[in-house]
């Protein structure tokens, strides 16, 4: 079946330290594949995506690359903020399935 | 300003009281979805809809109840069946059931009393 793994947090940083927050997911035929973002209190908002392999979705200094061949959707940043401390979802979504969703990953970043 | 709505933020339930959370979206999207969090952990799909008058069970959809009336609407009832019903709960439409991004509300944090 379809599956979505992430890295486990929480991930501590401090400002401007680079971030990586690794998924690779399970699933046949072709996925769309997504990074969300939930801030304390709040519900989920996208935060990038990318619907087929080689593409890189990116967004407010994030970036993820669709990775087929490795079965992966890295998110990266390279300098991060105190205001980017969340909860970062990955995503996968096929037409006629349900959206799996990973299991979160925590970033405390410190000023 | 379209989107999704949640209320209320938090919700008090008392033992045996069945409890109603509302969703409305104004984004004129087919499918909505209701998801439970609980902390430190990811979403779980409990009910989803992709068009009025008809829904699906999603994974833990024991003790918990859903109508689609309206497309606007999703409604969801946390029953006296669901024994352990305190957690944050997310409404979510899309455009479409398939390969389309999820927009979210703002959640309501139900607690038992």
């Known amino acids: 079946g379809n599956s979505v793994t992430q890295m486990e947090g929480p991930v501590t940083l401090s400002e401007e330290a680079f971030l990586t927050i690794n998924c690779t997911y399970t699933?046949?035929?072709?996925?769309?594949l997504f990074w969300y973002v939930q801030y304390p209190g709040e519900g989920l908002q996208l935060l990038l995506k990318?619907?087929?392999?080689?593409d890189k979705g990116s967004n407010k200094g994030f970036e993820a690359t669709y990775r087929k061949e490795t079965t992966s959707f890295h998110l990266e940043k390279g300098s991060v903020q105190v205001s980017d401390s969340a909860v970062y979802f990955c995503?996968?979504?096929?037409?006629?399935?349900?959206?799996?969703f990973g299991a979160g990953t925590r970033l405390f970043v410190k000023a | 300003d379209g989107g999704i709505t949640q209320s209320p933020k938090y919700l008090f339930r008392k033992e045996g009281q069945n409890v109603t959370l509302s969703c409305e979206q104004n984004?004129?999207?087919?499918?909505m979805y209701w998801y439970r969090q609980d902390p430190g952990q990811g979403l779980r799909l409990i009910y989803y809809?992709?068009?009025?008058?008809?829904?699906q069970k999603g994974d833990i959809a024991e003790g918990y109840s859903v109508s689609r009336e309206k497309k606007e609407s999703f409604p969801l009832t946390v029953t006296s069946a669901q024994k352990n019903p305190t957690a944050f709960y997310l409404c979510?439409?899309?455009?479409?059931?398939?390969?389309?991004?999820?927009?979210f509300g703002p959640g309501t944090r139900l607690l038992v009393l």
């Open positions: 809809s992709q068009i009025v008058n008809d829904f």
């Open positions: 990318a619907t087929k392999a080689d």
């Open positions: 995503a996968l979504t096929r037409r006629g399935f349900k959206t799996i």
């Open positions: 979510a439409s899309s455009d479409s059931g398939s390969q389309e991004t999820q927009y």
């Open positions: 699933a046949t035929g072709y996925p769309s």
């Open positions: 984004l004129n999207h087919d499918a």
